[in-house]
């Protein structure tokens, strides 16, 4: 299963992924990934992604979501926070990120709020205390 938000204001695209997701429902996810990342075009995108309860996919999953994140890069994607427990989903998307070059605007966060805050005010906030 899967849901994705936009919040206009602030430029963020929140998305869940949660189970074991197949790859028929991945494409339909990727579509409405990128019509969303196209609807905030010209703005510095940050994407929230809550993979807490994300389970470890097949190759052909694991390929669209590093194609999508390559998508997100060309068009806009400034910061993505990543929410992940899964030490299994961790490794596996680790490795997507790497290959997608997503990790280097990548941060990952066990709770919600310091992954807001982050997305919002990037490192600024961390740099004023």
């Known amino acids: ?26 494409t339909k996810f990727v579509e409405e990934l990128k019509a969303a990342t196209l609807g905030l075009a010209g703005r510095d995108i940050k994407i929230r992604a809550d993979m807490r309860t994300f389970r470890p996919s097949s190759p052909e999953v694991a390929e669209m979501l590093r194609d999508v994140q390559e998508f997100g890069l060309r068009n806009g994607v400034k910061r993505v926070a990543e929410l992940v427990e899964s030490q299994l989903a961790a490794l596996q998307l680790n490795r997507v990120a790497r290959e997608s070059g997503v990790d280097k605007i990548l941060r990952r966060f066990t709770d919600d709020p310091p992954a807001r805050r982050w997305l919002i005010h990037g490192d600024e906030e961390s740099l004023s205390v």
């Open 1 to 26: 299963m899967y849901r994705i938000d936009v919040d206009k204001q602030q430029a963020i695209i929140e998305l869940v992924l949660e189970g074991l997701i197949r790859p028929d429902e991945m």
